[in-house]
């Protein structure tokens, strides 16, 4: 991973016509995401390395599906779209193209009350069914059925939620954070985290873990993919609330 130097990053909200780009970043951010490896029933993990093999393709063009239909959600429910640029060729990243600026992270923040339970018209409009529809009847389960009561305990307290983010380099998370927390009001802030690195991370960040829950116990490993006997322990995810925080 390319080292890149706070002072050559600046974070704004995104333009509409960057929502693609941020589309790419998120998905390549969550190819290795527990959680949504346990939704579209993966049975490989997507390598690190460029593959076009059946499994690889289904799995990113679902994940591209998913990414895509929350930042639209995200969008009509009022709530921000944040990128992290710097200067395309920074440090050899470049990319195609003529554009000055490259995203290399991205959040995604509801306001406090605001959620993502929407009607289906605008669902149909994020282009939600057609990401759901690719993890089919078993993901549908998983997401609706499994994880949201599991936590709608901890979004039914009003945070401000962030729905994603991209740790794409050293000192990004915490560009995008502190951001986060100036476009904030006194309430608190609400995510979820997979991996204990993540959890760490935000603990960091003042977060405190509320509930831990075991997901796909008997089904899949610790990092979402398809098992059995002694490796189907399922993967941890921890919901995390920042109750007093400062920017």
């Given at each position: ?22 589309i ?33 393709v ?5 994940l ?13 429910s ?22 000055k600026?490259?995203?290399?992270g ?8 605001q ?40 979004l ?35 995510l ?19 509930e831990?829950?075991?997901f ?7 990092n ?24």
């Open positions: 991973m390319t080292s890149i130097h706070p002072m050559q990053t600046s974070i704004r909200l995104a333009r509409p016509n960057e929502y693609p780009a941020a790419r970043v998120l998905t390549r951010a969550f190819t290795q995401d527990p959680a949504f490896n346990w939704y579209g029933g993966v049975k490989q993990a997507v390598p690190h390395y460029e593959s076009n093999s059946a499994d690889t289904k799995t990113m063009r679902n591209r599906y998913f990414q895509e239909a929350v930042l639209k959600m995200t969008v009509i009022g709530g921000y779209v944040v990128v992290v640029v710097v200067p395309n060729g920074t440090k050899g990243i470049q990319q195609p193209g003529e554009e600026e490259m995203i290399i991205v959040t995604l923040w509801l306001k406090p009350g959620s993502l339970d929407l009607g289906i018209l605008d669902i149909i409009r994020s282009g939600g069914l057609k990401a759901l529809w690719g993890w089919g009847f078993m993901g549908l389960k998983r997401v609706f059925l499994d994880f949201t009561p599991a936590v709608e305990r901890s039914e307290k009003g945070p401000f939620r962030v729905d994603a983010t991209n740790q794409a380099c050293p000192g990004i998370c915490s560009l995008m954070m502190k951001d986060g927390f100036t476009r904030t009001t006194p309430k608190p802030v609400h979820e985290a997979t991996k204990a690195r993540t959890r760490d991370i935000y603990a960091h960040f003042g977060f405190e873990v509320d831990e829950h075991q796909g116990v008997g089904s899949v490993d610790e979402g993919i398809r098992a059995r006997g002694e490796k189907a322990t399922g993967y941890p995810e921890w919901v995390m609330t920042k109750w007093n925080y400062t920017s």
